[in-house]
């Protein structure tokens, strides 16, 4: 008896020691998801760690070998939302903050696409924008995104159509908020810079 | 739309539009994804295991 609970000790410990190196090494992917859904760096590093601590204090609960990333984003998503709720001004305050963040010139030497994007971004409903960087940048299956966001898959797969044309037409049309560059001119930078990119790979 | 083989132009190009878009997305979020983790973080961590351990 006191054998089999001494094993059972040691199991756990092997198993929380593999929890954490798991979920040490999906930190930068929760500070990046985190940097898209709320205020400035600091306050989506705030988010950041406490969706790590809940991650950790919720390891029993993890089943080992599935998509860790996904539950922690899920985890993070929640934490955000719940925060949100909390504060009735919020809403108001949410769409200022990603505002600020997304258009945040955190680089004045960052290419100037990269900025219209996020001004871009920032534009967009909150659930198709998640939705956009879940699948679009987050390297998540519709599936996947589907339950982070608790949501049907073809309503993520809805939102995302819909995020990539209004994005599309948000860059064309040069309705971010920018003095001084001419309509079209994000769409042209962005295509310009992928096409180098396609040519360095 | 596929089917129809009509290869129209705009649609290669719009096509073309949401690749270099997708490529900017990923980009961007790489670009925090690249970024060194703050030792905070890990000091949070280490701490949540350390008292774990003094509990058992």
């Known amino acids: 008896?006191?054998?089999?609970?001494?094993?059972?000790?040691?199991?756990?410990?092997?198993r929380d020691k593999a929890f954490r190196v798991e979920l040490e090494g999906l930190i930068p992917h929760l500070r990046a998801f985190a940097r898209t859904l709320c205020g400035d760096p600091t306050a989506a590093d705030d988010l950041a760690q406490d969706a790590m601590l809940k991650a950790w204090d919720a390891r029993a609960s993890f089943e080992m070998g599935t998509n860790m990333k996904a539950w922690t984003f899920m985890i993070l998503r929640n934490q955000f939302y719940s925060e949100k709720r909390r504060s009735w001004r919020q809403s108001q305050l949410d769409q200022e903050a990603a505002e600020r963040t997304l258009v945040a010139v955190d680089d004045p030497e960052a290419p100037v696409a990269l900025d219209?994007?996020?001004?871009?971004?920032?534009?967009l409903p909150p659930e198709q924008r998640e939705a956009?960087?879940?699948?679009?940048?987050g390297g998540f299956a519709y599936e996947e995104a589907a339950a982070i966001c608790d949501c049907a898959v073809g309503t993520v797969k809805s939102r995302v159509s819909r995020a990539r044309r209004a994005l599309q037409g948000i860059l064309e049309s040069g309705a971010y908020r920018r003095d001084g560059s001419s309509a079209g001119e994000a769409m042209a930078t962005i295509l310009a810079d992928a096409e180098r990119l396609s040519q360095v790979k | 739309m596929k089917r129809s083989r009509s290869k129209s132009p705009s649609l290669d190009e719009a096509r073309?539009?949401?690749?270099?878009?997708g490529v900017?997305?990923?980009?961007?979020?790489?670009?925090?994804v690249n970024e060194p983790v703050p030792d905070e973080f890990l000091q949070i961590l280490r701490r949540a295991d350390e008292t774990r351990l003094k509990e058992t």
Do not use: H, N, S, W
Not at chain 1, 1 to 14: G, V
Not at chain 2, 27 to 32: I, R
């Open chain 1, 116 to 123: 219209e994007l996020r001004q871009g971004l920032a534009m």
């Open chain 2, 24 to 32: 900017k997305l990923r980009q961007m979020f790489d670009e925090v």
């Open chain 2, 16 to 21: 073309l539009r949401q690749q270099a878009i």
């Open chain 1, 132 to 137: 956009l960087i879940l699948v679009g940048a």
């Open chain 1, 1 to 14: 008896m006191e054998q089999a609970q001494k094993q059972r000790q040691a199991t756990d410990q092997d």
